[in-house]
């Protein structure tokens, strides 16, 4: 491959914030004290990075040159999303055209009502809007986001010059619009995880670290179904997750036998733990048609049956 001058920033977009360059290198591995270079392959292309004359800037050294525009669709949305606000922070430096709706979820607010009439594709319609009938972005938001916390409606609303703010309502003549601010953190939470999933072209890259935070268990099952749901139309969906709610909403998924659910040939789990000499394993693990793992590494969701041994173990103690 040729050389190239290109310049890579490691702390840039998409909440990219990785420090310095020598972050970036593996010290596990066996030629890490002696080179500052490392490696990444791309489907057929290896490319090979090194820090530059900055301590925060990489330089491709070798592969083609990345492209910059005309990529798939991609979304990031980071653990630590924007909370319950009275307006939206800033407005967004784009166009608001793509499932981005920012790192964390800052441009939620702009993107829905700038976006809110569009239609969204058939396959993400939400079971209780299937009618035949064509649904728009707004009414496939609320269609979701009621699955997960129960009957909900949302409007984004301009404020002049400034950027916009959220109003939520439960259904009902008596009930009065509110500020995201007087809501909890579990709606604007997953607010922007659903936008981007509704938005996002297939054949995109979707990323989300943690769906789960600020949810309750019956609604981490439900964004994991909505994720899946994104997954089996075309995207590719990356998921971080601590949460055993999310893996049994991937299990419910791929062993319900419907269109639009996601087939479990499409899907890879992976466990990542710290072994006994402190290396980091990673472990592949399949899901067969019952929804019963391959394995079930120590330490992968076993917590709750840990637990509950541990309440036997001590009332049986007592027992006289």
């Known amino acids: 491959a040729e050389s190239t001058d290109q310049l890579i920033s490691v702390n840039g977009p998409m909440g990219l914030r990785l420090g310095e360059t020598d972050q970036l290198l593996h010290r596990g591995s066996e030629d890490s004290e002696s080179s500052d ?3 990444v392959r791309l489907e057929e292309e290896q490319y090979e990075f090194k820090a530059a004359e900055s301590s925060r800037i990489l330089s491709v050294v070798m592969g083609s040159p990345m492209p910059l525009t005309g990529l798939p669709d991609f979304s990031y949305l980071s ?3 924007i909370g319950p606000r009275t ?3 800033q407005f967004s430096n784009s166009n608001v055209r793509t499932g981005n709706v920012g790192a964390s979820g800052e441009f939620a607010a702009e993107t829905l009502l700038r976006r809110e009439r569009e239609r969204i594709r058939d396959e993400l319609i939400p079971e209780s809007l299937r009618t035949g009938s064509t649904v728009l972005l707004r ?5 979701w ?4 916390f129960g009957a909900i409606e949302i409007e984004a609303r301009p404020n002049g010059n400034a950027p916009p703010s959220l109003y939520f309502k439960r259904p009902g003549v008596t009930e009065d619009w509110f500020l995201a601010s007087n809501t909890g953190f579990g709606l604007t939470y997953a607010l922007p995880i659903i936008l981007s999933g509704l938005l996002i072209e297939s054949e995109g890259t979707m990323i989300v670290d943690s769906p789960e935070a600020h949810l309750h268990p019956a609604a981490q099952t439900a964004i994991s179904r909505f994720l899946c749901r994104v997954a089996a139309s075309g995207v590719n969906v990356i998921i971080e997750t601590h949460s055993d709610y999310i893996i049994d909403g991937l299990r419910i998924s791929i062993t ?5 659910e996601l087939s479990r040939d ?3 789990l992976l466990s990542v733990a710290i072994g006994i000499d402190g290396r980091r394993e990673v472990t592949e693990i399949f899901i067969n048609e019952h929804g019963k793992p391959s394995s079930w590494p120590p330490g992968f969701f076993d917590q709750q049956v840990q637990n509950i041994k541990a309440i036997v173990e001590n009332t049986s103690k007592n027992r006289p």
């Open 37 to 39: 270079t490392f490696s």
């Open 79 to 81: 653990a630590e999303r």
């Open 87 to 89: 307006i939206q922070e």
């Open 139 to 143: 009414s496939a938001v609320e269609g």
């Open 145 to 148: 986001l009621s699955a997960m």
């Open 256 to 260: 319900k036998p419907c269109d639009g």
């Open 266 to 268: 499409d899907c890879t």
